[in-house]
């Protein structure tokens, strides 16, 4: 019994930390809690975001427009290339 919930327990975090919000960083849309809202996006519609984060790496969001046309920073990759 106590196997089936410590296994319970672990899937339970690990499926946690999956949903953990992607902060913002310098050049990130929203970074410094920018209010950002657009007027003729689909609700639920995502865009993509690029820039350089100032070593040479293309940094690529991914952001959700919410019903309240403002937006989420839902994903971010990082070229290795430098």
């Known amino acids: 019994?106590?196997?089936?919930?410590?296994?319970?327990l672990i899937s339970l975090a690990a499926g946690s930390a999956a949903f953990a919000a992607v902060q913002p960083?310098?050049?990130?849309?929203t970074y410094d809690n920018a209010n950002v809202q657009l007027e003729?996006?689909?609700v639920?519609?995502?865009?993509?975001?690029t820039f350089s984060n100032g070593d040479g790496?293309?940094?690529?969001?991914?952001?959700k427009v919410n019903v309240d046309k403002t937006v989420?920073?839902?994903s971010r990759t990082i070229s290795n290339a430098s």
């Open 25 to 29: 960083i310098p050049g990130s849309i």
């Open 40 to 42: 003729k996006a689909p």
């Open 72 to 74: 989420t920073l839902v």
């Open 1 to 8: 019994m106590k196997t089936i919930i410590s296994a319970a």
């Open 57 to 63: 790496r293309d940094v690529n969001e991914v952001y």
């Open 44 to 49: 639920g519609s995502t865009f993509f975001h």
